[in-house]
């Protein structure tokens, strides 16, 4: 079975610029979490999707970011424009029935300039 | 107060040992109990769950949850060079559609 996956695994923009996160979800995984660490803090959550619907946005720093899960599957997270406290590692992490365990994706390292 | 608590470390031990590995927290609703492990550079990887109080075994790993004092252990018997990571504690608050509020983590370095 494969794993959660992300795209890009490194990406280094200038401030202003815009970034797009993909997050590709264990297959079958309704249940889809946003979380974000940056240097020297703990991972902190950003929001969740159950299928396409978002369930909880409540950790989403402010409205330069948005985030996405057409059709359910795969979900994006956009910065813009982008902000040099928006450095950080972002990662994507999915939960299916019947547990309550969250599965990790590799993470997206971002660096604003 | 943060909501999840752990010591920073790192944590030293001799390989052969046992690694104790502590976490607070502070919601008393909280019902779900994880431990990650991160090696540098990597993801979180899920090594344990907790639900209930008591002791939860998986090979070397035994997870210790007493909700009355709000605590959280993972045990590591006979350490390995390659347990040396840093470990996550992630609680799930009651309500809360599963999120995880996570701990900064505890670096262990396991010593030959």
């Known amino acids: 079975e494969a794993g959660v996956t992300q795209f890009p695994s490194h990406s280094v923009i200038e401030k202003g610029q815009t970034v797009t996160l993909r997050c590709d979800p264990i297959?079958?995984?309704?249940?889809l979490y946003w979380y974000r660490r940056v240097m020297g803090k703990e991972i902190k959550f950003l929001l969740h999707?159950?299928?396409?619907?978002?369930?909880?946005e409540s950790g989403m720093p402010n409205n330069r970011f948005l985030a996405e899960r057409t059709g359910g599957t795969y979900s994006t997270l956009k910065v813009q424009p982008a902000e040099l406290e928006d450095s950080g590692v972002y990662f994507c992490?999915?939960?299916?029935?019947?547990?309550?365990?969250?599965?990790f994706g590799p993470g997206t390292r971002l660096t604003v300039t | 107060q943060k909501e999840v608590e752990q010591n920073s470390g790192p944590l030293s031990v001799p390989e052969g040992a046992i690694a104790s590995l502590n976490c607070t927290y502070s919601?008393?609703?909280?019902?779900?109990f994880f431990w990650y492990r991160q090696y540098s550079g990597k993801s979180p990887e899920l090594i344990m769950s907790?639900?209930?109080?008591g002791d939860k075994e998986d090979g070397r790993f035994t997870a210790q949850l007493n909700k009355a004092s709000q605590y959280v252990s993972l045990l590591i018997r006979d350490s390995q060079p390659s347990d040396s990571a840093t470990y996550l504690c992630?609680?799930?608050?009651?309500?809360?559609?599963?999120?995880?509020?996570f701990g900064t983590g505890t670096q262990l370095k396991v010593e030959l």
């Open positions: 919601d008393r609703g909280s019902q779900s």
């Open positions: 907790i639900y209930s109080n």
């Open positions: 297959s079958g995984h309704d249940n």
């Open positions: 999707f159950v299928k396409e619907s978002k369930q909880d």
């Open positions: 992630a609680v799930n608050k009651a309500g809360g559609g599963n999120k995880l509020t």
């Open positions: 992490a999915s939960r299916g029935p019947p547990g309550y365990e969250q599965y």
